[in-house]
């Protein structure tokens, strides 16, 4: 496992996490629940559960099977939109939760509070260094910083960029884990001697042998390289779209026939704004469903970061996690 060195510089964030390795495996959304979560946090990694559009209930009996399926420390990822936020962070308060991610925008008012009271730490994205700096005034425990290499919803920045202008600046007044792009241990070594606690990594994760993707999704991660993960193209100026990064398919096209729709009953005054991006937020939500349960991934959306290049092959959790401690060692001795 991790060499002296590689542990040293994992220390804040393992301390943080209670895991062997500060190495997250994101939330995401359908392929995230039990069995990979129980997978990365028995491995030593870290597990988040993906909670995107469930309800309480569904977030509640997950958290109650992925307990009885590892007792190593794992995570919540919510979404701020979610229009129940507060009775999710009430459910992870009662399994006593450690971790809860809260992804998807800044956190509403008294989320953080709320978290905190339950006695669990508080992990956000920062999109820039100017709202990192806010996050740390509000009492988030650590950050995590994630560039537009990334698969799923993506910011507008590259992942060595927003390296280069959040960790010389704040790496050593908080934890900060760096997202997007990361499918080798050499970049982990290479972001942790930049200051970074930990990374987190998505689509590397996709084809662990305990994810629940189905057979054709993994495929399609097999078959993909990293030109094939393109984002979302936003059709109408005053509808404005946070981008998707996926696998190029048919389902590519049908956002754009979705968008039209949506922008039409914008004009026609059937919905407001607000409603007219949530029913965009659904519309991914299905669609991510189609490709990741259904194995629908001509028509269903196969988000993907640009890492996808570097998944060769379907093979355990922990068999990822090694490989990736291993590639960073070698990388640190070489030094
Ligand atoms: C299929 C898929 C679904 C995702 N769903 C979510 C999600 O529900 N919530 C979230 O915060 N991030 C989500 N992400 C982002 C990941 O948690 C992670 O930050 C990202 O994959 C890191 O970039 P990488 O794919 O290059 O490793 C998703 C990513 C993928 C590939």
């Given at each position: 496992?991790?060499n002296a060195q590689l542990r040293e510089l994992m220390a804040r964030g393992t301390a943080l996490l209670g895991s062997d390795v500060a190495i997250i495996c994101g939330a995401m959304s359908w392929v995230s629940e039990r069995h990979l979560v129980s997978a990365v946090s028995n491995a030593g990694g870290f597990g988040l559960i993906a909670c995107g559009a469930m309800t309480p209930e569904l977030l509640d009996a997950e958290i109650t ?271």
């Amino acid at each position: 496992m991790a060499n002296a060195q590689l542990r040293e510089l994992m220390a804040r964030g393992t301390a943080l996490l209670g895991s062997d390795v500060a190495i997250i495996c994101g939330a995401m959304s359908w392929v995230s629940e039990r069995h990979l979560v129980s997978a990365v946090s028995n491995a030593g990694g870290f597990g988040l559960i993906a909670c995107g559009a469930m309800t309480p209930e569904l977030l509640d009996a997950e958290i109650t099977a992925t307990k009885a399926m590892t007792d190593k420390p794992f995570g919540v990822n919510l979404i701020t939109m979610h229009p129940q936020l507060l009775d999710l962070i009430a459910i992870c308060g009662k399994h006593g939760v450690t971790h809860i991610v809260l992804a998807g925008g800044l956190p509403p008012k008294g989320s953080i509070e709320a978290i905190k009271e339950n006695g669990a730490k508080v992990i956000c994205f920062a999109p820039a260094l100017a709202l990192a700096k806010k996050l740390i005034r509000s009492g988030v425990d650590a950050l995590i910083i994630e560039g537009m290499e990334a698969g799923g919803h993506i910011g507008p920045v590259a992942t060595s960029v927003l390296a280069q202008e959040i960790l010389p600046v704040l790496a050593s007044e908080i934890p900060i884990f760096v997202a997007g792009g990361i499918g080798h241990g050499d970049m982990i070594a290479a972001y942790l001697e930049m200051g970074a606690a930990g990374v987190q990594l998505g689509s590397r994760f996709v084809c662990a042998t305990e994810s629940i993707a189905h057979p054709d999704f993994k495929k399609a991660f097999l078959r993909g390289n990293a030109r094939d993960a393109i984002t979302s193209v936003q059709i109408d100026p005053r509808l404005p779209v946070i981008p998707v990064r996926a696998l190029k398919n048919a389902g590519t096209e049908a956002f754009t026939a979705k968008q039209r729709e949506v922008a039409q009953m914008l004009d026609e005054g059937k919905v407001d704004m607000a409603a007219a991006q949530l029913e965009i937020e659904h519309y991914w939500a299905g669609a991510l469903r189609r490709a990741v349960i259904d194995g629908d991934v001509e028509n269903g959306s196969l988000m993907a970061g640009q890492s996808v290049g570097m998944v060769t092959k379907e093979q355990p959790a922990a068999e990822i996690i090694s490989e990736l401690v291993e590639q960073a060692n070698k990388a640190l001795s070489a030094r």
